[in-house]
């Protein structure tokens, strides 16, 4: 035991000793004393001679006479009774009445009254023949008595002899009988007991109702701790008991005294109060004492007790006051069942233990003093209020040790820990440089690894090239022989497998470098996966395969990347047709859904195939790259790419795939693609929505080309009062955007991933939509050799890193004015010339009249294209842009010519020629 729990210990154990010192002189003040030779004997007692001034009081205790019908005056008396006693020995079944006779002989005293707690019955009192006082109503049968439980008190005549008649009945409780013993006293001898009485039970009722509040608060406050709410409730039941045991209801209403639902509710309330009560404390100590408790015990304790609970709510008094005995055993079983484990807690040395097994011993020999008392084996009285209390003491005790030493653990702790992250500091800050170091090796080994395997992938594309195109040639060949041909076929068919691993290989390796372009446009989906579905009918017909597809939607619009999702469709339905059976079925549908799973608006696809299954186990694990099923057919014939590459492409759109299967019946493969897709940065790679970022401001464009995110964003936060920033991460990306919105200037890094600096440089020169844009190189690299080399190749200038935000803002502003003006120039020049053509001959060409619209170059292609008859996505190939691009530039001609079509225009420019 520890020196703080041993100073708790004796602190509590003074106390006990305290408590115990002023009990017992409360005891021998207020409750009545045993005097030799003063105690009932055949129903007499002589107090002739006896002190009431300085006693104040005595038990009227012993054998009082006893019989079962009325006696008159003068009578023999069958038998005796013992009071307090229950009557069950004479009247087995305790349902019955009796009359109690005692001869009381003392000197005249004025100021003699009988004061009688409680008799669990109805009764009257006659005093020499006189009714002095009642306790319900008396009555021979169930249907004349009414039971009540309430103290009364009475005074006697100013006489010698008293003769005491008690009759007493029950008919609606198991047992029956005076249940506390009469006393005789002075008026202030027996007020001053009826008062310490009150404030006792007062005292002991707020207490409960303090302790059930504190226990309900800790359990708001960390509702985790399901123990707390435990005792509360625990504590409740208790106060409900003692309050229903003091009769304070009935003192408080006593017009309600003669109903019989009172004492019913009364005896529920008193039994329930236990039975419910100890459900509560034995589960609280099972989770306070968790390892010490057997839940098999535990749970088989807590199914009597509520099989107890229900019998008393369903039946009334006289048959749950039956069953009281065993209730008794119970509470006595979980009491030995709590010091049993707060023992074992003791012995294993848990803290706080040698506390509440003190406290709670306390609590059980209370308990088993209102046993005794409550079967009239004792007349101590009600104690079990005294020990909660002090078990209540104990328990707050040992709350106070375990925070008390909590906290002294948790300041150790922190100081240890102090240390130890300042020893823990240094050693990372030295491992810190060799991590760093590392990780750079690794990173380029890995990046290394993947561009190999890549690379790999690109060469093996050219001998496959070579090997499929005169395939072509030789299929079909009428000059070869069935049995050449087929072999030609076969040779055929693999190198077209072949090609299509290389190019799953060769997609995968891009997403993993951050290089894939997700370009997005509107679709009807419906129409799309219609025009997928017949594609694959001709197969379904070899096959002897149903092929079907439904829906309850005309037409559904979604934001996909038509190539991407081609794959994904086309991917499930090669293998649905691949494991369908004989005679099979496969089936495709489409629906919106919008439910708890996925709140957000969306499709979902259901491609179906009967007959092959695919186990529970593989059902995540199939996507997995280079994943073969073990326990199906089911990837046996290929390398497990296929399956990875689709979920690939429905993450990038922000979508789910799943599978359901049943075993022998059927597999469905379940896609969940959003209405309206943001495809947003993975991994700090380059994964973009390939559309024209629209500017169209006043402030001139600028593109930003540098794949330091936290630079990039410094630049751009300058800029953007000045400039349209568009941002790039590496060359690649910087490319795209600059043939996209081609901007007034391109600012670069030059070491950047994927594309350097120079390689930018150079694809723009090559490019006639981008080699007259302005680039400036922004880096470190600042040697003689590598300024040349950026200046040779077309660059205009350099700014070395460390810079001023300043110098670069006037560089740039020099820069976009003299293109402005450079293009003003140009401008007027043209529309000078195009003026000048007008005049002189009307047959010129259409698309001149377009800069008197201000039309711009890169639109003017486009407009060429569509008039020539070209459709969308072949304008979008022949330019290098995408059908979104395509679209909002057609659609600013429009706007800016003031037509609505391509019908519109042609008008227009006939006008015009």
Same mark, same amino acid.
């Given at each position: 035991?520890?020196?703080?729990?041993?100073?708790?210990?004796?602190?509590?154990?003074?106390?006990?000793?305290?408590?115990?010192?002023?009990?017992?002189?409360?005891?021998?003040?207020?409750?009545?004393?045993?005097?030799?030779?003063?105690?009932?004997?055949?129903?007499?007692?002589?107090?002739?001679?006896?002190?009431?001034?300085?006693?104040?009081?005595?038990?009227?205790?012993?054998?009082?006479?006893?019989?079962?019908?009325?006696?008159?005056?003068?009578?023999?008396?069958?038998?005796?009774?013992?009071?307090?006693?229950?009557?069950?020995?004479?009247?087995?079944?305790?349902?019955?009445?009796?009359?109690?006779?005692?001869?009381?002989?003392?000197?005249?005293?004025?100021?003699?009254?009988?004061?009688?707690?409680?008799?669990?019955?109805?009764?009257?009192?006659?005093?020499?023949?006189?009714?002095?006082?009642?306790?319900?109503?008396?009555?021979?049968?169930?249907?004349?008595?009414?039971?009540?439980?309430?103290?009364?008190?009475?005074?006697?005549?100013? /006489?010698?002899?008293?003769?005491? &008649?008690?009759?007493?009945?029950?008919?609606?409780?198991?047992?029956?009988?005076?249940?506390?013993?009469?006393?005789?006293?002075?008026?202030?001898?027996?007020?001053?007991?009826?008062?310490?009485?009150?404030?006792?039970?007062?005292?002991?009722?707020?207490?409960?109702?303090?302790?059930?509040? +504190?226990?309900?608060?800790?359990?708001?406050?960390?509702?985790?701790?399901?123990?707390?709410?435990?005792?509360?409730?625990?504590?409740?039941? /208790?106060?409900?008991?003692?309050? &229903?045991?003091?009769?304070?209801?009935?003192?408080?209403?006593?017009?309600?005294?003669?109903?019989?639902?009172?004492?019913?509710?009364?005896?529920?309330?008193?039994?329930?109060?236990?039975?419910?009560?100890?459900?509560?404390?034995?589960?609280?100590?099972?989770?306070?004492?968790?390892?010490?408790?057997?839940?098999?015990?535990?749970?088989?304790?807590?199914?009597?007790?509520?099989?107890?609970?229900?019998?008393?709510?369903?039946?009334?008094?006289?048959?749950?006051?039956?069953?009281?005995?065993? /209730?008794?055993?119970?509470?006595?079983?979980?009491?030995?069942?709590?010091?049993?484990?707060?023992?074992?807690?003791?012995?294993?040395?848990?803290?706080?233990?040698?506390?509440?097994?003190?406290?709670?011993?306390?609590?059980?020999?209370?308990?088993?003093n209102d046993q005794l008392y409550n079967n009239g084996i004792i007349i101590t009285?009600?104690?079990?209020?005294?020990?909660?209390?002090?078990?209540?003491?104990?328990?707050?005790?040992?709350?106070?040790?375990?925070?008390?030493?909590?906290?002294?653990?948790?300041?150790?702790?922190?100081?240890?820990?102090?240390?130890?992250?300042?020893?823990?500091?240094?050693?990372?800050?030295?491992?810190?440089?060799?991590?760093?170091?590392?990780?750079?090796?690794?990173?380029?080994?890995?990046?290394?690894?993947? *561009?190999?395997?890549?690379?790999?992938?690109?060469?093996?594309?050219?001998?496959?090239?070579?090997?499929?195109?005169?395939?072509?040639?030789?299929?079909?060949?009428?000059?070869?022989?069935?049995?050449?041909?087929?072999?030609?076929?076969?040779?055929?068919?693999?190198?077209?497998?072949?090609?299509?691993?290389?190019?799953?290989?060769?997609?995968?390796?891009?997403?993993?470098?951050?290089?894939?372009?997700? *370009?997005?446009?509107?679709?009807?989906?419906?129409?799309?996966?219609?025009?997928?579905?017949?594609?694959?009918?001709?197969?379904?017909?070899?096959?002897?395969?149903?092929?079907?597809?439904?829906?309850?939607?005309?037409?559904?619009?979604?934001?996909?990347?038509?190539?991407?999702?081609?794959?994904?469709?086309?991917?499930?339905?090669?293998?649905?047709?691949?494991?369908?059976?004989?005679?099979?079925?496969?089936?495709?549908?489409?629906?919106?859904?919008?439910?708890?799973?996925?709140?957000?608006?969306?499709?979902?696809?259901?491609?179906?195939?009967?007959?092959?299954?695919?186990?529970?186990?593989?059902?995540?694990?199939?996507?997995?790259?280079?994943?073969?099923?073990?326990?199906?057919?089911?990837?046996?014939?290929?390398?497990?790419?296929?399956?990875?590459?689709?979920?690939?492409?429905?993450?990038?759109?922000?979508?789910?795939?799943?599978?359901?299967?049943?075993?022998?019946?059927?597999?469905?493969?379940?896609?969940?693609?959003?209405?309206?897709?943001?495809?947003?940065?993975?991994?700090?790679?380059?994964?973009?929505?390939?559309?024209?970022?629209?500017?169209?401001?006043?402030?001139?464009?600028?593109?930003?080309?540098?794949?330091?995110?936290?630079?990039?964003?410094?630049?751009?936060?300058?800029?953007?009062? +000045?400039?349209?920033?568009? *941002?790039?991460?590496?060359?690649?990306?910087?490319?795209?955007?600059a043939v996209e919105n081609k901007p007034s200037v391109i600012i670069s890094d030059?070491?950047?991933?994927?594309?350097?600096?120079?390689?930018?440089?150079?694809?723009?020169?090559?490019?006639?939509?981008?080699?007259?844009?302005?680039?400036?190189?922004?880096?470190?690299?600042?040697?003689?050799?590598?300024?040349?080399?950026?200046?040779?190749?077309?660059?205009?200038?350099?700014?070395?890193?460390?810079?001023?935000? *300043?110098?670069?803002?006037?560089?740039?502003?020099?820069?976009?004015?003299?293109?402005?003006?450079?293009?003003?120039?140009?401008?007027?020049?043209?529309?000078?010339?195009?003026?000048?053509?007008?005049?002189?001959?009307?047959?010129?060409?259409?698309?001149?009249?377009?800069?008197?619209?201000?039309?711009?170059?890169?639109?003017?292609?486009?407009?060429?294209?569509?008039?020539?008859?070209?459709?969308?996505?072949?304008?979008?190939?022949?330019?290098?842009?995408?059908?979104?691009?395509?679209?909002?530039?057609?659609?600013?001609?429009?706007?800016?010519?003031?037509?609505?079509?391509?019908?519109?225009?042609?008008?227009?420019? /006939?006008?015009?020629?």
């Open positions: 035991m520890k020196k703080k729990e041993k100073v708790l210990f004796f602190s509590l154990f003074i106390l006990f000793l305290i408590i115990v010192v002023f009990g017992f002189y409360s005891y021998i003040k207020i409750v009545p004393p045993h005097i030799a030779g003063y105690k009932v004997e055949n129903g007499f007692i002589n107090f002739t001679g006896f002190d009431f001034s300085r006693y104040g009081m005595i038990l009227l205790e012993g054998n009082w006479k006893y019989s079962n019908k009325e006696m008159k005056n003068g009578d023999e008396y069958p038998d005796t009774i013992t009071v307090p006693s229950h009557w069950n020995k004479k009247l087995s079944t305790g349902e019955g009445y009796a009359f109690l006779y005692l001869e009381i002989l003392v000197d005249i005293k004025p100021d003699l009254y009988v004061y009688i707690k409680d008799a669990k019955t109805a009764y009257e009192i006659y005093i020499n023949g006189e009714k002095v006082a009642y306790n319900g109503k008396f009555g021979k049968s169930k249907n004349e008595s009414i039971p009540q439980r309430l103290p009364v008190f009475f005074q006697l005549p100013e /006489m010698n002899r008293i003769r005491f &008649v008690w009759k007493l009945c029950n008919f609606y409780e198991f047992k029956g009988g005076p249940v506390n013993t009469p006393v005789i006293g002075t008026r202030d001898a027996l007020s001053t007991k009826l008062l310490f009485q009150d404030l006792i039970d007062i005292l002991s009722i707020g207490i409960l109702i303090l302790i059930t509040i +504190y226990h309900f608060q800790l359990w708001i406050l960390r509702s985790k701790d399901k123990e707390y709410l435990l005792f509360s409730i625990f504590s409740f039941l /208790m106060f409900l008991r003692l309050f &229903v045991l003091s009769c304070f209801f009935e003192r408080l209403f006593p017009s309600l005294n003669n109903a019989l639902f009172i004492f019913e509710i009364h005896y529920k309330a008193k039994a329930i109060s236990i039975t419910l009560g100890w459900i509560f404390f034995i589960y609280f100590f099972s989770k306070l004492f968790q390892d010490y408790f057997n839940k098999k015990i535990i749970y088989i304790y807590c199914l009597i007790g509520i099989f107890y609970s229900i019998l008393i709510l369903l039946t009334n008094a006289r048959i749950f006051t039956s069953v009281a005995y065993q /209730m008794e055993w119970l509470l006595i079983l979980g009491c030995l069942l709590v010091i049993y484990a707060i023992i074992r807690a003791y012995l294993s040395k848990i803290e706080g233990a040698s506390i509440l097994l003190f406290g709670f011993t306390i609590f059980f020999g209370t308990i088993i009285g009600d104690l079990a209020h005294f020990g909660i209390t002090f078990y209540m003491l104990a328990q707050s005790s040992f709350l106070a040790f375990r925070f008390s030493h909590a906290m002294d653990r948790v300041e150790n702790l922190s100081v240890n820990l102090q240390n130890e992250v300042n020893n823990m500091t240094e050693e990372m800050r030295l491992q810190k440089t060799q991590l760093e170091i590392a990780n750079k090796e690794l990173r380029k080994m890995d990046d290394y690894k993947t *561009e190999l395997f890549q690379n790999i992938s690109h060469e093996l594309k050219t001998p496959l090239t070579l090997i499929l195109g005169p395939l072509e040639k030789l299929r079909g060949n009428k000059q070869y022989s069935m049995k050449d041909n087929k072999y030609i076929e076969i040779i055929h068919r693999n190198a077209r497998q072949l090609n299509t691993l290389i190019n799953q290989i060769l997609e995968l390796t891009k997403i993993d470098l951050g290089k894939t372009i997700v *370009e997005m446009e509107c679709i009807d989906i419906i129409k799309y996966v219609t025009y997928i579905k017949e594609s694959f009918e001709l197969q379904a017909k070899e096959k002897n395969v149903q092929l079907s597809f439904s829906t309850n939607e005309k037409k559904i619009m979604v934001k996909l990347d038509k190539e991407k999702f081609h794959i994904i469709i086309s991917n499930i339905l090669s293998n649905a047709f691949k494991f369908v059976n004989i005679n099979g079925e496969v089936v495709i549908s489409i629906k919106r859904i919008k439910s708890d799973n996925y709140p957000e608006p969306g499709i979902q696809i259901d491609i179906l195939n009967t007959g092959s299954s695919i186990p529970e186990s593989e059902q995540e694990i199939i996507f997995n790259r280079l994943y073969q099923s073990t326990s199906s057919t089911f990837h046996k014939t290929g390398l497990g790419l296929g399956l990875a590459l689709v979920k690939e492409y429905i993450l990038l759109h922000n979508g789910e795939i799943h599978i359901e299967s049943t075993q022998g019946q059927w597999t469905k493969f379940i896609i969940i693609l959003p209405m309206e897709v943001d495809i947003t940065e993975r991994n700090d790679k380059n994964i973009i929505e390939k559309e024209s970022l629209g500017i169209e401001s006043s402030k001139p464009a600028i593109l930003l080309v540098e794949d330091n995110d936290d630079l990039r964003f410094y630049l751009k936060d300058n800029l953007k009062l +000045y400039f349209q920033v568009i *941002e790039a991460i590496d060359g690649n990306d910087a490319f795209q955007k030059i070491l950047m991933p994927n594309k350097n600096g120079f390689e930018l440089l150079k694809d723009l020169q090559e490019n006639e939509h981008t080699q007259d844009i302005p680039f400036l190189f922004i880096t470190a690299k600042s040697s003689y050799e590598e300024k040349i080399k950026g200046l040779q190749m077309g660059a205009i200038d350099y700014i070395n890193k460390p810079f001023q935000i *300043e110098l670069l803002y006037l560089k740039l502003l020099s820069i976009t004015k003299n293109t402005k003006f450079q293009s003003s120039r140009i401008k007027n020049e043209l529309e000078n010339k195009i003026s000048r053509v007008l005049r002189e001959n009307r047959q010129i060409d259409k698309l001149t009249a377009y800069y008197t619209y201000n039309i711009k170059l890169n639109e003017k292609e486009v407009i060429d294209l569509l008039l020539k008859g070209n459709e969308y996505k072949e304008i979008a190939q022949m330019l290098h842009i995408s059908e979104n691009t395509v679209k909002k530039r057609i659609s600013r001609v429009y706007s800016k010519c003031g037509v609505q079509n391509k019908i519109e225009l042609m008008r227009l420019l /006939m006008d015009l020629s």
